[in-house]
Structures are given as structure tokens and as C-alpha cells.
């Protein structure tokens, strides 16, 4: 069935440097690929997102790449900061059916001051 | 915040119980997806319903059931609770299914308990 792997699980980085997250999927179905933010006891929030068609997008600090070939995307954080700390989930939306989401199992990210 | 509501937000029930999650999707919006978050997991789908029908459904067992409303509103109901069932129940709203690349939003979530 369908798939989606995260690593790593925890991610600890300085304050200012850079943090990165992969995440590989199985259906060559998706098409929409989404990072959500959840803080501890909240919603999971959307931070970024990249379609199939597109290689890489940025939003000030926070980047995300995909390889379609691969079947490989990643989350970019740079200069990080302590309000970066939460546990992030990538997810892959197949593009028919229903358009369920399948998210990692999440990266817990802390930024020690 | 997103407009999707939830209730209750934390609940507590006694395994062998029955219990009803609610949810108040955006105004617009006609898709509504339930999820399952486990403690330390990434969310796993359980069914959607688009325009009151569901259409689609993940791994979980029949006691698992839903409805949506001629509102887009949705219930969760869970029959015969296990202590397994305890996680963060989310749902998630859309524009429309049947329109390619459209974001969903979720909800704060349903913090369920089984004792």
C-alpha cells in the first residue's frame, strides 16, 4: 500500500544553523506534497507545499525540494530559531480517489538556544 | 485558525463505550477526512465523505462509521471503544474533492481516552 518514510525522527541543531528532513514516498500517484507544523496539544498547520511539477519553493527560511524521479522531498530550515521547535510531518496527497493524505511518522526538531 | 471546528476537545470514555466526534468543516467547503493520531505517530486516514457519501476509507475496522450533513458537517461515531482507540482524532476539510490540488484544513482535534 501506500507509503510515506521520515528521517530522521529527532533532529536537535543549534540555534542559526540549518536543519533538513527527508521524506521518500511509494505511490507515483501523488501529486501534492505538504509540510505541516504541529506544536504539542495543537492542529498541524501548514508551512509549505510543493505540486509535481515544480522542483523546488521557498518561503523565506523554510524551503522544500522533490525529486519526482526519486520519489524523494525534503524540508530546508535555515537560521533557525527556537520557535522552530515541533514535530514536523510531511505528507503525499494521491491525485485521484479520494485525495487522502499520507503522512511520516514526523520528525520531533528541537533548537537549543 | 483554520474554520474547521471540533467538540468535544478532549474526551474520556470506558472501553466497551460508544462515542461521537463532531465537526464543523469550513464554510465552502464539502470534503470532510477523518484522521487518527496515535501519540507519537503521523495522522492515519480513516474514511472521507464528500457531499454526504463517504468515499474512501482506510484501514479500520466497521465500528469506525461516520456522517456528513446536508451542512458538510461530520461525525465520527466509534462503537465498542479499546483502550487503542485512545489518540487525537482529527478532521480535515476541503475545498471540493473533486478539484485537484486544493489544500485541506484541519481542525484543533478531538482528544480521546479510553480507560
Known amino acids: 500500500g501506500e507509503n510515506v518514510e521520515q528521517h530522521p525522527s529527532t533532529l536537535s541543531v543549534q540555534e542559526g544553523d540549518s536543519a533538513v528532513i527527508k521524506c521518500t514516498y511509494s505511490d507515483s500517484a501523488s501529486n501534492y506534497f505538504p509540510w505541516y507544523k504541529q506544536e504539542l496539544g495543537k492542529r498541524p498547520q501548514l508551512i509549505i507545499d510543493?505540486?509535481?511539477?515544480?522542483g523546488e519553493k521557498k518561503d523565506q527560511r523554510i524551503a522544500v525540494t522533490l525529486n519526482k524521479t526519486a520519489k524523494h522531498f525534503s524540508l530546508h530550515i535555515t537560521e533557525t530559531q527556537p520557535e522552530d521547535s515541533a514535530v514536523y510531518f510531511c505528507a503525499a496527497r494521491e491525485d485521484s480517489g479520494t485525495y487522502k493524505y499520507i503522512f511520516g511518522t514526523g520528525t520531533r526538531l528541537k533548537v537549543l538556544a | 485558525e483554520t474554520g474547521v471546528t471540533q467538540s468535544p476537545t478532549h474526551l474520556i470514555k470506558t472501553r466497551g463505550q460508544q462515542v461521537t466526534l463532531r465537526c464543523s468543516s469550513q464554510s465552502g467547503h464539502n470534503t470532510v477526512s477523518w484522521y487518527q493520531q496515535a501519540l507519537g505517530q503521523g495522522p492515519q486516514f480513516i474514511f472521507q465523505y464528500y457531499r454526504e457519501e463517504e468515499n474512501g476509507r482506510g484501514n479500520f475496522p466497521p465500528r469506525f462509521s461516520g456522517l456528513q450533513f446536508p451542512n458538510y458537517s461530520s461525525e465520527l461515531n466509534v462503537n465498542a471503544l479499546e483502550l487503542d482507540d485512545s489518540a487525537l482524532y482529527l478532521c480535515?476539510?476541503?475545498?471540493?474533492?473533486?478539484?485537484?490540488?486544493?489544500?485541506?484544513?484541519f481542525g484543533q482535534g478531538t482528544r480521546l481516552t479510553v480507560v
Open positions: 480535515a476539510s476541503s475545498l471540493d474533492q473533486q478539484v485537484p490540488n486544493t489544500e485541506a484544513f
Open positions: 510543493i505540486r509535481s511539477n515544480v
